[in-house]
């Protein structure tokens, strides 16, 4: 990988806003309910996993009041997955650039991510207004929720790289994706606290790296005072090798995607 | 980095032996992972099979000086489109090197990335940045650029509101005021109207003047020759012939006259509505002694004869067709209805229908037509949109030497002018005693 990829990258960083901005833009600007859909999206679901998991199933919350415990973890997440399906597509459906401007292809994935990130402070106000109302105070660990945001937004970076590269050559990606996503809501501690798993389990969750950021954001967000180190540890490597990977592989592909695009 | 392109430091542009090669049907193959997954476990050793590989561009070189203005000239598929792509570092080619010096903006599509949901100031911004401009670089230049398009009422609007022209315009407007040291632009000439390829070509000539290297791909020969100061021929994905403008242009014109398109196949055509009792087959153009002509030039007396298939005997059928430009605007819609002929029965097989025009007054551009036949029994037996093509040339039309080319619009009319003698002699007069 030489350098001038990163060059490049750097000198159409205007683009990249701009192109970020327009997926706001649009989006806000062709849904009814406009911004609301960012707090509405993981407040239905906040609602459906309190009345299933929380009331009937009973899941533990690590001491937090289960409809915050789950919300916590709803905002996050809802960024991560909304930002996969999209950065998935975002080469094919602007394939109308990629055939007619050169710019690093790598823009479209990244303006994705970045865009996400305004429904994410919408659902992260809304986040602090429930901890208000459930009288939660984030504790000295406050500082380190930056850190794991950082990770959840290179995870997706990476991963966006590797399945927008992808559905360029194989169409069928975009079928795979949705599913992709639900099966990974499912690995992730979202419903269920880490500790509630065994220890068997926990070492096999500890593969995917969302595990390590969500749990280690709720942690300190709530300041629960068991952060497990090694599975955010684990995450930081894993996401690592993802971010070559796909950086590798989207640097290999891209010259021919606008040939097949 | 490669010493051999710093001989020349005026040098903007040198392409180096390059081919660009399309594996045809390697698409359709691949693009489902299922499929490929699923060759690949049934026969995991047996070789892919060969397929149709098409050269888009063959060991093409050439250089370019800073302040060329260069015209790309060849048929539609020579490679022309291609060879701008590989420059504009869009795609990139299976062998040979590019090197562009300099900042370098490619046109290849008028308002590319305009969001429909945006208004005209944001896709002004949208647009701008996707062309290499800086944010501050579009905001000095927005009035500007307001000013050409002539949307400033607008601004505000989503452009989904816009006409198609207003679109064109504002897009153009952005393009126009790229300030790069080369500059590509494909075919965007070839859109719009007349007063908007007016605008269009001025800018590219203010380019021209403010002395930028600018390389453009384009059907209207009148602009190739008028602004450029060199001209490329390409021909299957070859450089054929690279020179002086006019010879170039006069060499390609040449290839038309030899090639056998006087008539147009529609047997094969798919895509048409109709009962198809009768169906066109082809469209054929000739001159008055009914050979076939080669090329059509403004101001031609010509036959344009439509043969026509009948499956079995049609009682009263009208034959007749649209005619539009390459914008779709609507020149003429005319048949044999239109003129009261009354066909009382074609019989079953082949034949044809000639239209005699004395004096086509169609100005050089690209020209379709839409075919129709109808009848009394079913409503439409034949219906076929923008099948055969009608390219008309220059021609001296006026005979005072000044040729009319499409910038003038689409058609001209049989006409004289008459300035008054007594102004003639007044200015005459005048002129003698200063």
Known sequence: MNSEWFTDFWRYRELLYFLAWRDVKVRYKQAALGASWAVIQPLLTMVIFTLFFGRLARVPSDGIPYPLFSFCALVPWTYFSTTLSQAGNSLVSNSSLITKVYFPRALLPAATVLSGLVDFAMGSTFLALMMIYYRVKPGWSFFLVPFFLGGMILLAFSVSMILAAMNVRYRDVKYALPFLVQIWLFVTPIIYPIAFLTPKMKRFLAFNPMAGFLEGFRSSLFNTGHMDWSLVGTAVIITTILLVIGATYFRRTERSFADIV | ?434
């Not at chain 2, 489902?32 to 060969?50: H, N, Q, T, W």
Request: hydrophobic share 40%; aromatic share 8%; net charge neutral.
């Open chain 2, 1 to 434: 980095m490669s010493s051999r392109f710093d001989e020349n430091m005026s040098q903007a542009i040198a392409v180096e032996k390059v081919s660009k090669k399309f594996v045809l049907g390697a698409l359709q193959r691949d693009t489902m992972l299922r499929e490929r997954l699923i060759s690949m476990l049934s026969a995991p050793f047996r070789r892919r099979s060969a397929l149709n590989v098409l050269w888009a561009l063959r060991d093409v070189s050439f250089r370019v000086d800073a302040g060329e203005v260069v015209g790309i000239i060849g048929r539609n598929g020579a490679g022309k489109s291609t060879l701008l792509k590989v420059l504009s570092k869009i795609t990139y080619p299976t062998s040979g090197e590019v090197h562009v010096s300099g900042r370098i903006a490619s046109l290849l599509e008028v308002g590319t990335g305009f969001h429909e949901e945006l208004t005209g100031r944001e896709n002004i911004y949208l647009n701008g940045s996707i062309l290499g401009m800086k944010h501050g670089e579009v905001a000095a230049k927005l009035d500007s650029m307001v000013e050409f398009a002539g949307v400033a009422q607008f601004l505000d609007t989503p452009i989904k509101r816009y006409s198609t022209g207003m679109r064109l315009r504002l897009g153009f407007a952005v393009a126009a005021h790229l300030d790069p040291d080369v500059l590509i632009v494909d075919e965007v000439l070839a859109v719009g109207d007349a007063g908007f390829q007016r605008k269009c070509l001025n800018a590219m000539d203010g380019l021209r003047s403010g002395g930028r290297t600018v390389l453009f791909v384009s059907h209207n020969m009148a602009a190739v020759e008028n602004l450029c100061s060199r001209c490329i021929w390409i021909d299957a994905g070859k450089v054929v012939m690279d020179g002086a403008p006019r010879e170039v242009i006069e060499a390609y014109m040449n290839t038309f006259a030899n090639a056998r398109e006087a008539m147009a196949d529609l047997r094969s055509v798919k895509d048409r509505r109709g009962s198809g009792e009768i169906r066109y087959t082809g469209v054929e153009y000739l001159n008055t002694a009914g050979e076939p002509l080669q090329v059509v030039r403004s101001g031609d007396s010509l036959i344009i004869r439509f043969h026509y298939h009948a499956s079995k005997p049609i009682p009263f059928p009208s034959f007749g067709f649209r005619l539009y430009t390459e914008f779709g605007t609507l020149v003429t819609d005319t048949s044999t209805w239109h003129h009261a002929i009354d066909i009382p029965l074609v019989p079953p097989g082949d034949g044809y229908v000639d239209l005699h025009i004395d004096f086509l007054n169609l100005l050089p551009a690209r020209y379709y037509f839409s075919l129709w036949i109808t009848g009394t029994a079913s409503p439409v037996h034949d219906n076929i949109e923008y099948c055969a093509q009608l390219e008309v040339e220059l021609s001296n039309v006026y005979s005072s030497g000044r040729m009319l080319d499409s910038r003038s619009g689409i058609v001209f009319f049989p006409q004289r002018w008459k300035v008054n003698e007594a102004v003639l002699a007044d200015a005459s007069g005048k002129t003698e005693e200063t």
